[in-house]
């Protein structure tokens, strides 16, 4: 059972669009939610993370989006850029646990 | 600095084969994990260590085992291998626990059970 459900499986942009990922969850313990990229033959890098006592977060052109009410939250990337082309992670854990819950990813490909 | 370090990088093992895959951490982190990612499924926990002396089970255990043989290092054993657990196998680190703190991931194992 997948705890954390991510879509696309799949997104192909231009540069300088504004691709978004989306993902949800149904356990309302879950109050730590990360976002981890992965270039290819390397492990996943913690890009940006969120707590659920906020709606948005910013770092740079990277943005979660957070519905508390919804259990969503979601990734935008601004303005693109080739460099972007990896896999990104949706991830969820509660406090005080070891097991961060991942979904199963979504590989963004930004053409020239 | 070098972070994560896992070995090997690249392993081909007949069914009912066992191996064991090495990891150290060279940031002083107090837990430790193995995830293996499959395409498709994400990444999933299979044992982790909150501290030196400690493991405990992640999502998918069965067909393996752990030792934390000391702050730095958490190995992983495959008693016999099946061609199941055919993945890509990632060594973690992290300062306290997963919720709140980075998790920081090595380059990974590729195996490949025949």
Known sequence: ????KQSPQSLIVQKGGIPIINCAYENTAFDYFPWYQQFPGKGPALLIAIRPDVS????GRFT???NKSAKQFSLHIMDSQPGDSAT???AA???GANNLFFGTGTRLTVIP | NAGVTQTPKFQV????QS????CAQDMNHNSMYWYRQDPGMGLRLIYYSASEGTTDKGEVPNGYNVSRLNK?????RLESAAPSQTSVYFCASSTGTASGNTIYFGEGSWLTVV
Not at chain 2, 19 to 22: E, G, I
Request: glycine fraction near 6%; proline fraction near 0%.
């Open chain 1, 88 to 90: 990104y992670f949706c």
């Open chain 1, 56 to 59: 948005e977060k910013k770092e």
């Open chain 1, 1 to 4: 059972q997948q705890q954390v």
């Open chain 2, 19 to 22: 191996m064991t895959l090495q």
């Open chain 2, 72 to 76: 730095r290092e958490f190995s992983l």
């Open chain 2, 13 to 16: 093992l007949k069914t009912g």
């Open chain 1, 93 to 95: 854990s509660r406090g």
């Open chain 1, 64 to 66: 979660i989006s957070f």
